[in-house]
Structures are given as C-alpha cells and as structure tokens.
C-alpha cells in the first residue's frame, strides 16, 4: 500500500526558512496536502498541490513537487515562534476514493 | 460558514459507559469522516460517510458505531470503550464527489477512558 514518511523532527531559528520534507510511494497520488497541528487541536490545512504542477506559492509557503523522485517539499519563509507546531502531508488519488494517506509528522520547533 | 465544529470538547467516561460524539458542517460539504488520533501520530481513519450512506468501514470495532443523520451532522456513538481507546477524536468534511477532495477538519474530541 502507500508509504508516505516524513523526518521526525526539525528546529530553525525565528526568522529562518524552513524546509519540510516528504516522500510518498503510489505514483498514482494526485492530490498532495499539507496541514498544521498546534498542540491540542485539530488539523487545518495551510496548502495543496495536484500532481500536474511542480510548484505552488502562497504568501510565506512554498510548494515543491518533484514527481520523478515521488518528494513534495513544504518552505516556510521568515518562520516564526507561531509556526511551532506538527505538519502533515497528506496524498489523495482521483478514483473517487475519499482516503487521505498520512504522513507520519515532522514537529517543527522555532527557537526566539 | 468554513467551520467544522465538535462537541464535547473534552469528554470522560468508563468502560460500561454510553456516549456521543457530535460534528457539525454548514458547508454543503456531502462527505463527512471519523478519525482517531493517538498523541505524536498522524490521524487514523475509521469511517467515511458519502452523501449520507456509509461508504467506508476501516475494520473499526463495533463498541464504535456511527451516524449520518442528514448530510449536516455525523455523530460517533460510543459504547463499551476500552482504555487503549482514549484519544483524540477529529470529524472532517469535503465536498465529496470524485474531484479534489480537501478535507476540513474540526478542533476534536479529547476521549479519555478509565
């Protein structure tokens, strides 16, 4: 079945980039997600991409998509103390099943 | 309205305890999910409902039963939980059909089970 990882763990520094990353299996994803959990809430999407672009820009989120490599990438510009928080990627396919396959999380931690 | 609402927030019960979880949507959204989510992991499906029919039974035990009553509202009826079944609950919604399906997520139900 699908595999999506993701690294467990990434700390940067307020005011520095930070790049998420993650690698899915099934070629077949088409609709590649990221969501933002903070610590006792539930998941609130900040972006998505489909699978026939390679890049989505959206304020300080940057999107990569590289389909060879099966690798979807989240930047984060000027991160902040509020960005602290736990980040899934999720990926959909089009034949009308409606499953999300998870990634496992990366815990973002921004150091003042 | 872009809001899925729960309730309860936080909820306790026992093992011989019967209770509801509630989620609500105002979005036209036709398809509706349980899942559960145990601390530091990602969320786990349990159930899908499409435009009101259950389309979607992860091998879910049966102490967990859910409910469509109209394309609004899904309740998760709980009975006879287990401890290992203390987690945080999360309802979403998307607009269902066979297109891009962005799921909306509502803020969860915090179940503790002594």
């Known amino acids: 079945g699908e595999d999506v990882e993701q690294s467990l763990f990434l700390s940067v520094r307020e005011g520095d980039s930070s790049v998420i990353n993650c690698t899915y299996t099934?070629?077949?994803?088409?609709?590649l997600y990221w969501y933002k959990q903070e610590p006792g809430a539930g998941l609130q999407l900040l972006t998505y991409?489909?699978?026939?672009?390679d890049m989505k820009q959206d304020q300080r989120l940057t999107v990569l998509l590289n389909k060879k490599d099966k690798h979807l990438s989240l930047r984060i510009a000027d991160t902040q103390t509020g960005d602290s928080a736990i980040y899934f990627c999720?990926?959909?396919?089009?034949?009308?099943?409606?499953?999300?396959?998870f990634g496992t999380g990366t815990r973002l931690k921004v150091l003042a | 309205d872009t809001e899925v609402t729960q309730t309860p927030k936080h909820l306790v019960m026992g093992m011989t305890n019967k209770k509801s979880l509630k989620c609500e949507q105002h979005?036209?959204?036709?398809?509706m999910y349980w899942y559960k989510q145990k601390a530091k992991k990602p969320p786990e499906l349990m159930f899908v409902?499409?435009?009101?029919?259950?389309?979607i039974n992860e091998s879910v035990p049966s102490r967990f039963s859910p409910e469509c009553p109209n394309s609004s509202l899904l309740n998760l009826h709980l009975h006879a939980l287990q401890p290992e079944d203390s987690a945080l609950y999360l309802c979403?919604?998307?607009?269902?059909?066979?297109?891009?399906?962005?799921?909306?997520f509502g803020p969860g139900t915090r179940l503790t089970v002594l």
């Open positions: 979403a919604s998307s607009q269902g059909g066979q297109n891009y399906n962005e799921q909306f």
């Open positions: 099934d070629s077949s994803s088409t609709y």
């Open positions: 991409i489909f699978s026939n672009m």
């Open positions: 999720a990926v959909s396919r089009t034949s009308g099943t409606y499953k999300y396959i």
């Open positions: 979005m036209g959204h036709r398809a």
């Open positions: 409902y499409s435009y009101e029919k259950l389309s």
